[in-house]
């Protein structure tokens, strides 16, 4: 072992019964750059978790890109449409939905809803996946009742549960023995739950020819087009090349578009709280010169022995400047055992509960990234050292003639 890494071994260690003050301030060193490091990783996987989390709930209950056209006219020959769309190797699938605004009521309420008729067999969406009670089921059942899938919001609204007869009617203008309202009985097959209210809280789901009969839409007509892609990195590529393929009157736009107030919090959640975090570990570094200072001021008779046997400047130098980066390796590694504790403790027992309308889910999700594990290292072992070599160019530069004189 080389005199320098020997010398600040001994040093750090602090077994001497003159340094237990030294020993104190070289804890709370390793406890600041500890806190500060566990605090930025825990942050850093917070904010990956929220927008894991929010991308797979937005990606997985939204179509990826949706064709509309520019007013409220329906999209017509909505079968050579699909026929189009299928000759783009980027899309896995497509569907044609029905969508339209009505009234449905329960037992005991009422409430207006957004219709939405989809493919029997399968929506383009994952929407199984967020299946919470009952099933996802469209087809009618044995009494003929056609099934309807709706959020858990809406269903709590509607004081609705799973085999539960909604009523749902439309009417255009106003009700008059001219324009009576069409009227069609659901059974409530399955509730779903998100956590984001704007899909949680008006959508109900039914095959696509009970939404068309409900809403008085030929069968060769559709209101939107839904696309899923295979690959979410082809969205936005995909959506340009559609408005600039369909052109007039067809409209083209993005899952990100469509959805960019929720994408933007998301955004700035994960822009602004790293760098306020960071300031903690900034603060924990610089904390490192007033402790490596004591220590070289604590030395300074070892300096000055040190010096007249021969010792280099350069020696002395490392020796103060390892023993600073000894504390942030220390805290370091107590930093990301505290942040992977964390980590298992979230996953495991969700101790971190959120409110599930403000924040769209009910515990803060946690995703650790191995990137951020190595940046958080270099960055804190670079300020650890630049926060060390201060006080250690002091003690290099100590005369030892002062010190055995003078004894400081």
Not at 24 to 43: D, P, R
Not at 67 to 86: C, G
Not at 227 to 234: F, S
Request: glycine fraction near 8%.
């Amino acid at each position: 072992m080389k005199f320098e890494w020997y010398l600040a071994l001994r040093y750090f260690k602090g077994k001497r019964q003159d340094s237990r003050f030294l020993s104190f301030i070289k804890a709370m060193a390793i406890t600041g750059v500890a806190v500060g490091s566990a605090g930025l990783l825990i942050a850093l996987s917070i904010v990956h978790g929220f927008k894991s989390a929010i991308d797979n709930k937005v990606l997985g209950f939204a179509p990826h890109v949706t064709v509309t056209t520019f007013s409220d006219r329906p999209i017509l020959r909505a079968d050579t449409l699909l026929a189009d769309l299928a000759d783009y190797p980027a899309i896995r699938q497509a569907q044609a939905v029905v969508e339209g605004q009505a009234m449905v009521q329960s037992s005991g309420e009422v409430t207006g809803i957004l219709v939405k008729g989809v493919d029997e067999e399968g929506d383009v969406t994952d929407i199984r996946q967020y299946i919470d009670r009952g099933r996802y089921f469209l087809g009618e059942d044995s009494t003929g009742m056609p099934g309807m899938v709706v959020g858990s919001k809406l269903a709590q609204s509607l004081n609705a549960d799973i085999n539960s007869v909604l009523t749902a009617y439309t009417v255009e203008g106003h009700p008059s023995p001219l324009s009576s309202p069409e009227i069609k009985q659901f059974r409530l097959s399955g509730i779903y739950q998100t956590g984001i209210g704007q899909f949680d809280d008006i959508f109900a789901l039914v095959a696509r020819p009970h939404a068309q009969q409900l809403l008085q839409v030929p069968g060769d007509q559709a209101s939107v087009m839904e696309i899923k892609l295979g690959n979410p990195a082809d969205i936005q590529p995909l959506k340009e090349q559609l408005s600039s393929d369909l052109g007039f009157p067809y409209f083209t736009q993005s899952i990100y578009e469509k959805y960019s107030s929720i994408f933007a919090w998301v955004d700035l959640q994960e822009e602004t709280i790293p760098f306020v975090i960071s300031v903690m570990i900034i603060v924990a570094a610089f904390n490192l010169i007033g402790t490596v200072l004591m220590m070289v001021l604590e030395r300074t008779r070892d300096i000055g022995i040190l010096k007249t046997m021969g010792a280099s400047d350069k020696s002395i130098r490392w020796v103060f400047l390892l023993e600073g980066l000894f504390v942030a390796v220390v805290g370091l590694i107590i930093g990301i055992a505290i942040s992977l504790l964390f980590t298992w403790l979230q996953t495991t027992y969700h101790i971190i509960p959120l409110s599930e309308e403000n924040y769209y889910m009910a515990y803060a999700p946690t995703e650790p990234h191995g990137l951020d594990f190595l940046l958080v290292t270099v960055v804190t072992l670079f300020l650890c050292s630049l926060s060390s070599y201060l006080p250690a160019r002091i003690a290099s530069k100590t005369d030892p003639l002062k010190v055995i004189a003078y004894g400081r």
